[in-house]
């Protein structure tokens, strides 16, 4: 595979439920992020590790829980989530973590929580 | 006030004609520009970066003015295929790379 995937595409999950998404790279990038796109709102940077260690945390409630295991690898817990959570969740990698590069997206997972 | 204002459209606009879309930042500081495209259910994806000295690509041109902190794109000769929505995305560069995006505005081009 290339590019970068996701999984899964779609997720629906009470507000008890725990669950991960997962987003795997294969571009050979340094840096990762999750992004949140709710409908008529722009893009929210939740999260960015650069070579497996976080160095964004946009005051993301605890229910979200970020995990680097590797370069390649990034995962996203969730737990006891809200009605308000259900969003497009994007992954996107790029060369560095420094701003000037173009980052590229996953398809990215359908959440909902009901 | 937001980082990022775009006028949120929907643009209809038939096919072949010339159009343009404008996007405001509020952070001096910010170094990077972009505009990315996102087509409906998918993934946004780098359209072109933005110089200062303004950057062209086939029918597309990119436009930046620091003294009033805007971005333009100019789409010529607009194609069924460039439907989708434009978002405009800046960056301050200080510490990890942090992209603020606009909301993004829908062009429709229409046979």
């Known amino acids: 595979e290339t590019g970068v995937t996701q999984t899964p595409r779609h997720l629906v999950m009470g507000m008890t439920n725990k669950k991960s998404l997962k987003c795997e790279q294969h571009?050979?990038?340094?840096?990762m992020y999750w992004y949140k796109q709710s409908a008529k709102k722009p893009l929210e940077l939740m999260f960015v590790?650069?070579?497996?260690?976080?160095?964004e945390n946009n005051s993301v409630p605890s229910r979200f829980s970020p995990e680097c295991p590797n370069s390649s690898h990034l995962f996203l817990h969730l737990h006891t989530l809200q009605p308000e959570d259900s969003a497009l969740y994007l992954c996107?990698?790029?060369?560095?973590?420094?701003?000037?590069?173009?980052?590229?997206f996953g398809p990215g997972t359908r959440l909902t929580v009901t | 006030r937001k980082e990022v204002e775009q006028d949120p459209g929907p643009f209809n606009v038939p096919e072949g004609a010339t159009v343009a879309f404008n996007c405001t930042y509020s952070?001096?500081?910010?170094?990077?520009f972009f505009w990315y495209r996102q087509d409906c259910r998918k993934e946004p994806k780098l359209l072109m970066s933005v110089y200062s000295s303004g950057n062209e690509d086939g029918r597309f041109t990119a436009q930046l003015n620091r003294a009033s902190q805007y971005i333009s794109l100019l789409i010529r000769d607009s194609k069924l295929s460039d439907s989708a929505t434009y978002l405009c995305?800046?960056?301050?560069?200080?510490?990890?790379?942090?992209?603020?995006f606009g909301t993004g505005t829908r062009l429709t081009v229409i046979p």
């Open positions: 952070n001096s500081a910010s170094q990077s």
């Open positions: 995305v800046v960056s301050h560069q200080t510490g990890a790379n942090n992209l603020f």
């Open positions: 571009l050979g990038h340094n840096a």
């Open positions: 996107a990698s790029s060369q560095e973590a420094s701003g000037r590069g173009e980052q590229y």
């Open positions: 590790y650069s070579l497996e260690e976080r160095v």
